[in-house]
């Protein structure tokens, strides 16, 4: 009878156990999700943390042709800033597109923006560049359902400060989209994403 007992005692203390351990699973998933966060006032709150995202590709001083269509001041501006893009993608949507080949609502894209620097303190270094100077970060997130009432699914969002005095927005709305959206939908290789310039994403579209 006792060993009975124990042996009851014993199984409710595993499930309890369990319990509390797939809770805690559940919350540390929540708290690391990559979703995009918003203000009551439908601004896209600055991702942090994306460091540890994937990191898919990066460019310097792109610059799209003047004849190409759907082209804007904004973009054409871009080559003459002389920045490093850094490319990084949320894992669930990374996840999901490696295995469907298609972007997941509420995928989050942040292009980490850099000074190109020549010099460096020691004074080493003679030739090329590298990334200097953080001057913020854009980001692009996939939403059918936006908060800020836009049937546009893609939104395009600012964080930068190119002054270089690093007074980055906690907060911001989307760009028109007529600045980006339009130009990523006539020109960008897969689904308003510039898929063809992404070596990590290149390999899973084109194996």
């Known amino acids: 009878m006792k060993t009975w007992t124990w042996t009851l005692v014993s199984c409710a203390v595993a499930i309890a156990v369990a319990s509390v351990v797939a809770s805690l699973h559940r919350t ?24 540890g995202w994937i990191f898919v590709g990066s460019n310097l001083g792109l610059g799209y042709a003047q004849g190409v269509a759907a082209n804007t001041v904004r973009e054409l501006a871009r080559p003459s800033l002389g920045e490093y893009h850094n490319i990084y993608l ?56 936006r908060p800020d009432g836009s049937k546009t699914d893609w939104a395009y969002y600012d964080f930068t400060d190119r002054s270089g005095g690093g007074r980055f927005p906690t907060d911001a709305a989307a760009q028109p989209d007529g600045e980006c959206y339009a130009c990523h939908k006539a020109h960008a290789s897969d689904d308003n994403v510039w898929v063809q310039f992404y070596p990590v994403l290149r390999r899973i579209k084109n194996p």
């Open 28 to 51: 540390a998933r929540a708290d690391s999700s990559s979703d995009p966060q918003y203000t009551s006032q439908g601004n896209l709150v600055r991702p942090k943390d994306f460091q």
């Open 90 to 145: 949320a894992p669930e949507a990374y996840a999901e597109y490696a295995k469907t080949k298609t972007f997941p609502d509420k995928t989050v894209l942040v292009m980490d923006v850099y000074r190109a620097q020549t010099k460096e303190p020691q004074g080493i270094v003679d030739q090329g560049s590298f990334n200097g100077l953080s001057l913020g970060t854009e980001v692009a997130v996939k939403n059918k359902n």
